[in-house]
């Protein structure tokens, strides 16, 4: 578990690909519980510790994940991240193919389906359909793959992997979305790279950045787009 940002109100992970964020059936202990330890050592809390958790990521997903200290950050982060435009979220993902033009916003209309746990982006709408909408910029190639920074204007399940799949780009690893090989460490290449808001208490605007995980395709991308 890696902390990139601490107050008295918030805490930042910068999770990895193994870790997932609240508990599953897979009975491994979530970041949220990790978190709940980490916060009950350092400043000796007795008793339960509070911790809220206004936004997931997929557990294949690296990057950004916010906790809410308190029940007041809780509730206004609950509010911001409902509300368009209030949380300004940036992903990076390695994908196979570059996509034309190099920057584009994409518009979608998205169906969920639970039983295969799985999103299909559609051009047109369809019954039971929700808008999905991103803006991706190509920054950087190598020989046989492509950085796209992306930034979230909606927040749908699956909804990064899915429409860049819609478009014929698919992550690294991601074998749900189309890719043909998984990665070695059952991740994805898709980074929740920074996140930017006004701070739900201090109401000081507040940038939080993470590294993503150390490998050699990240570590070149991360080189050549000269964005350490």
């Known amino acids: 578990m890696e902390i990139i ?3 008295n109100h918030i805490i930042a992970v910068n999770k990895s690909c193994s870790e997932i964020v609240q508990g599953d059936k897979t009975g491994d202990k979530p970041l949220s519980e990790i978190l709940k330890d980490y916060i009950k050592e350092k400043y000796q809390k007795p008793g339960k510790v509070y911790l809220g958790v206004p936004h997931r990521l997929d557990r294949p997903t690296s990057g950004i994940v916010l906790f809410a200290r308190t029940s007041k950050a809780l509730e206004r982060l609950n509010d911001m991240f409902r509300e368009k435009g209030e ?6 993902a390695v994908v196979d193919r570059k996509p034309n033009p190099d ?3 994409l518009n979608h209309f998205m169906i969920r389906n639970t039983e295969k ?7 047109e709408p369809k019954a039971g359909s929700k808008e999905a909408s991103l803006t991706y910029t190509c920054l950087a190639s190598s020989d046989r793959y492509h950085l796209l920074e992306i930034e979230l204007h909606t927040g749908r399940h699956h909804q990064i992997r899915a429409q860049l799949a819609a478009i014929g780009c ?3 690893g991601d074998l749900k979305y189309g890719f043909p ?3 070695p460490d059952g991740g994805i290449h898709l980074h929740a790279r920074q996140i930017e808001f006004v701070h739900p208490v201090k109401k000081e605007k507040v940038t939080i950045t993470a590294k993503p995980p150390k490998d050699r395709i990240w570590d070149f991308f991360l080189n050549v787009s000269g964005d350490k």
């Open 5 to 7: 940002y601490e107050d």
């Open 87 to 92: 949380i300004r979220k940036i992903y990076w």
């Open 103 to 105: 920057h584009a916003t």
């Open 117 to 123: 746990n799985k999103s299909f982006a559609y051009d």
């Open 170 to 172: 698919h992550i690294k």
């Open 181 to 183: 090989r998984s990665n």
